[in-house]
């Protein structure tokens, strides 16, 4: 990552270790064994908007069905076990890359395992589907395409890996 980037306040994290998307790419392929890409966005996001081939899927948070209309959305709920599942496939030694859709809720999780004794944590600032393009004269103006895992020529497919999958104990 370029030296001078500025991290924006929501994709920062406590141990400051941050990639872009192509750059997790380069750094899982030299040591895959050792170094995981795990993706915490929900497997409705894994199932419809595709994932990194080699990516463990370990959900931070599920989707509400609950309208909140003061924010406009149906918000997530956070999942307490998160640390716990991530402990099921990683050991704190372990070079970790996380990922959401644009580093958010990555940046969220790296501190969550940093708190449960991570230390090797690395947040991908643009995520899955990248950074929304910014330019009104653009047809694709707001849409997610400016970078990310999708957008820079990494490997991602629509086919579910259930074997990379750590979901949450069903209540």
């Not at 001078?4 to 941050?18: A, E, M, R, S, V």
């Not at 064994?33 to 081939?53: A, S, W």
């Not at 989707?63 to 599942?85: I, V």
């Not at 690395?122 to 849409?143: C, H, K, L, R, T």
Request: proline share 9%.
């Amino acid at each position: 990552m370029e030296p001078d980037t500025i991290i924006p306040k929501d994709k920062q994290t406590t141990p400051g270790l941050y990639l872009t998307a192509r750059e997790a790419y380069e750094k899982w392929k030299t040591d895959p064994g050792k170094v995981k890409i795990i993706d915490v966005r929900t497997p409705e996001e894994y199932l419809f908007v595709g994932h990194p081939t080699m990516a463990w899927k370990i959900p931070i948070a599920i989707q509400s069905y609950e309208w909140d209309a003061e924010k406009g959305q149906f918000p997530m709920k956070p999942l307490p076990d998160f640390a716990t599942r991530v402990k099921e496939i990683a050991t704190p030694d372990d070079t970790l890359l996380l990922m959401c859709r644009s580093g958010g809720r990555s940046a969220i999780a790296v501190n969550m395992l940093a708190k449960a004794g991570f230390s090797h944590l690395y947040n991908i600032i643009d995520g899955m589907e990248g950074d929304a393009v910014n330019d009104p004269a653009s047809v694709f103006n707001g849409q997610r395409m400016r970078n990310g895992w999708k957008n820079s020529g990494c490997p991602w497919t629509f086919k579910l890996t259930p074997e990379q999958m750590v979901l949450p104990a069903l209540p």
